[in-house]
T-cell receptor, first 110, second 115 residues
């Protein structure tokens, strides 16, 4: 059974703070993704990675960066959190076409 | 890149009725069309998918149809039950080289099935 684990389910941060969202998958998947989910806007891709130390921008990369130092771990970084980054963040991994999602991290920026 | 439009954004049906959700896509090179279901408070999960060489696929009460000429595909749920209540997302991907695995999602449809 594929398991994608996100380190924090709920976070509350202040404007300007640096925020790390961690994601780990245990199925040796090559592909990993970070999505942002907002009501009425669906799932929007922030960044994705097809290999260690490799990253590609998605549709809304502004204000975010990522790190993939190990195959199983993909981190999303908010260098200076802003209130408009309050959202649900979903990590996913895939080997082929099917995405396996984590449970999500709900971030509130005050 | 690919643009996927999904309608309606909300859908309410009586238990036992059918529900249809429609999506259109823009990139004629798209060749894989999955549907994900997200129950309240849970993660999205793949429920059915279709490839471009197939016009229809069924799995018990759910079916997906694809019209490549018109660039649209639909999810059909028959004999709906309260546990079908969820947000449904359609997606498309051209699966070209480096974009393998990168899905373009619609905005989602909140389906509510009333008992």
């Amino acid at each position: 059974d594929v398991k994608v684990t996100q380190s924090s389910r709920y976070l509350v941060k202040r404007t300007g703070e640096k925020v790390f969202l961690e994601c780990v998958q245990d199925m040796d998947h090559e592909n990993m993704f970070w999505y942002r989910q907002d009501p009425g806007l669906g799932l929007r891709l922030i960044y994705f990675s097809y290999d260690v130390k490799m990253k590609e921008k998605g549709d809304i990369p502004e204000g975010y960066s990522v790190s993939r130092e190990k195959k199983e771990r993909f981190s999303l970084i908010l260098e200076s959190a802003s209130t408009n980054q309050t959202s649900m963040y979903l990590c996913a991994s895939s080997l082929g076409r099917e995405l396996f999602f984590g449970e999500g991290s709900r971030l509130t920026v005050l | 890149g690919e643009n996927v439009e999904q309608h309606p954004s909300t859908l309410s049906v009586q238990e036992g009725d059918s529900a249809v959700i429609k999506c259109t896509y823009s990139d004629s090179a798209s060749n894989y069309f999955p549907w994900y279901k997200q129950e309240l408070g849970k993660r999205p999960q793949l429920i059915i998918d279709i490839r471009s060489n197939v016009g229809e696929k069924k799995d018990q009460r759910i079916a997906v149809t694809l019209n490549k000429t018109a660039k649209h595909f639909s999810l059909h749920i028959t004999e709906t039950q309260p546990e079908d209540s969820a947000v449904y997302f359609c997606a498309a991907t051209p699966d070209r080289g480096s974009t393998l695995g990168r899905l373009y999602f619609g905005r989602g449809t909140q389906l509510t099935v009333w008992p």
